[in-house]
């Protein structure tokens, strides 16, 4: 029996680019005894079957996995014209090797003049993932006792517009086919539809996808869901890249980076290494061993950084931790710990010292080089708390002034004298803590200072105080020079007396002198 077989590997599509393989051409060989079968030694022109890939259009439907086979079989030089049987199976190796998929027997299949159709080889969505394949064919027409093995195996090589697309499969589902690309044995869990791997993996790290409609973008062992045992509790997870990022929340995304996780609903972690987002919303913008746990809680960057309340924000730095709800902490070891201190803002400077909060709702600093505070926008005025110092100094420069006018002194000093002077208590402070100065609206009306009658700034306060004091100091000199004056009248009365107190004493001595002469 001489029957020889020329076949060309179908048309196969990948998403929606037709990808057709043809036979790997054999070198010749010598003629093969008249009984046997063969496929690997070349027809001269008479006998030559050639096949042309199927033609055919994208289609916008789910098309499968199967694929249309076409060749042309002869036996002793003549084309075949029979109902014929023929096993088909798939390979990873030209010999030997495991084979792909189940062995896809079609009986009864129309040969005529040699020529003949399989419609629907399939082996599988798995089958064809980048790497090499090689077909197995046996065929048992009329008069055969058994099925005759076509030696060598067929190598399946790609059209030339499939080498567009290297390292590109899908695997196809009703709902929406998984595109896999990168190292063949990059995973998408059975049951997943929409998947998307684009590219990376290796032997050792494959990515994976585990849940419907997750993407990994790249890289090497990333995944994209959570790998439990349902394929929808965390669609739509994406890792763009890197290394061993896991995207196990629903919505959830890593950009990329080094063994970063995002297990929070619509969590993210932008990058770095070993940042967590485990919160609802949460977000870990990069830096490393990052955590931000809390519902739309923030860590922007840093290192060893937790955001834990819900709401709240550390803006990097190093050890930093807001446990507290709204709370924003930022700088090193400013440790807002205490999650019923909400609302806090915490800075802390370079200092190693931790700097921990004591309220809920307060503001607090560790600025251990001083403040700066400028009201201005070309930086002219302003106040200044230098490092070290507990008392602030605000701008008072000549420079910086205008409209300068003289004041009266003692005017000024009248006006304080009949400024009412009480001791009071901040509604918003308890009533055992006391204060002690004027109502901002009796300071205005007498004064006139200020932006208006709700405040009284403190240089204001001081300008008054010391332009009374100088009103004090004018009437004390005034008092001084009377003063002197009534010293030296004083003086001049006291010499005076004096002078009369001798005259008279004169007088008293004459006196009785003429006394004791009488007889």
């Keep these: 029996m001489n029957r020889k077989l020329f076949l060309s590997i179908p048309t196969i599509v990948l998403l929606a680019s037709a990808v057709s393989f043809a036979q790997e051409q054999p070198p010749p060989l010598p003629p093969p005894p008249s009984d046997s079968l063969v496929t690997e030694k070349p027809l001269p022109p008479d006998d030559a079957l050639r096949l042309q890939p199927l033609a055919g259009s994208a289609t916008t439907a789910a098309m499968g996995t199967a694929f249309t086979y076409q060749g042309q079989l002869r036996k002793s030089g003549a084309p075949v014209t029979a109902m014929c049987n023929f096993q088909f199976s798939l390979f990873d190796a030209a010999s030997g090797g495991a084979q792909i998929g189940a062995t896809q027997t079609k009986s009864g299949v129309s040969v005529s003049n040699g020529l003949f159709t399989i ?19 046996a065929v048992q027409c009329p008069g055969d006792s058994g ?37 063949h044995g990059n995973q998408v869990t059975a049951g997943v539809a929409g998947a998307t791997i684009g590219g990376g993996g290796t032997s050792a790290f494959p990515n994976r996808v585990t849940d419907g409609y997750g993407t990994v973008g790249g890289g090497s062992k990333n ?14 997870a994406t890792v763009g890249g890197g290394y061993g990022n896991t995207a196990s929340g ?17 969590a993210t972690v932008g990058g770095g290494w070993l940042n967590t987002a485990n919160g609802t919303d949460a977000t870990v913008g990069g830096g490393s061993r990052n955590t931000a746990s809390g519902t739309d809680a ?39 710990e205490n999650a019923a201190h909400d609302g806090v803002f915490l800075f802390a400077d370079s200092t190693s010292v931790v700097f921990n909060s004591v309220a809920a709702n ?21 106040c200044n708390l230098p490092a070290g110092s507990g008392t602030f100094s605000c701008t008072s420069d000549r420079a910086t002034k205008e409209n300068i006018a ?45 932006n208006d009658d709700k405040t009284i700034s403190t240089i204001d306060l001081d300008g008054v105080a010391l332009a009374a004091i100088q009103g004090l100091h004018q009437e004390n000199l005034a008092l ?29 001595q004459a006196l009785r002198a003429q006394g004791e002469a009488k007889p």
């Design 480 to 508: 001084k020079a009377e003063n002197a004056a009534l010293k030296t009248e004083t003086a001049a009365l006291k010499a005076e007396v004096a002078a009369l107190g001798a005259r008279l004493a004169a007088i008293e």
């Design 250 to 266: 629903g919505w959830s995304t890593v950009g990329g980076g080094d063994q970063n996780t995002a297990s929070g609903t619509d």
């Design 298 to 336: 923030t860590v922007s960057g840093g290192s060893q950084n937790t955001a834990s309340g819900g709401y709240a924000t550390v803006g990097g730095g190093f050890f930093n931790a807001a446990a507290g709800d709204y709370s924003f902490v930022v700088g090193r070891n400013a440790r807002n």
């Design 362 to 382: 307060e503001f607090a600093v560790r600025a251990s080089g001083g403040f700066r505070f400028r009201t201005s926008s070309d930086l002219s005025t302003g």
């Design 406 to 450: 003289d004041v009266d002194p003692h005017e000024i000093l009248q006006r304080v004298a009949a400024l009412p002077i009480q001791t009071w208590n901040y509604k918003s402070q308890d009533a055992s803590v006391r204060h002690i100065g004027p109502m901002a609206q009796d300071f205005y009306a007498a004064f006139g200072l200020g």
């Design 119 to 137: 419609p629907d080889l399939d082996f599988g969505s798995g089958a064809f993932n980048g790497e090499a394949r090689w077909l197995a064919i």
């Design 147 to 183: 099925y005759t093995a076509l030696i060598p195996r067929q190598a399946l090589t790609p059209a030339p517009y499939a080498l567009a697309l290297p390292g590109l499969w899908t695997q196809q589902n009703a709902t929406s086919p998984n595109l896999i690309g990168g190292y």
């Design 223 to 236: 995944q994209a869901g959570d790998g439990d045992t349902s394929t929808l509790n965390r669609l739509y």
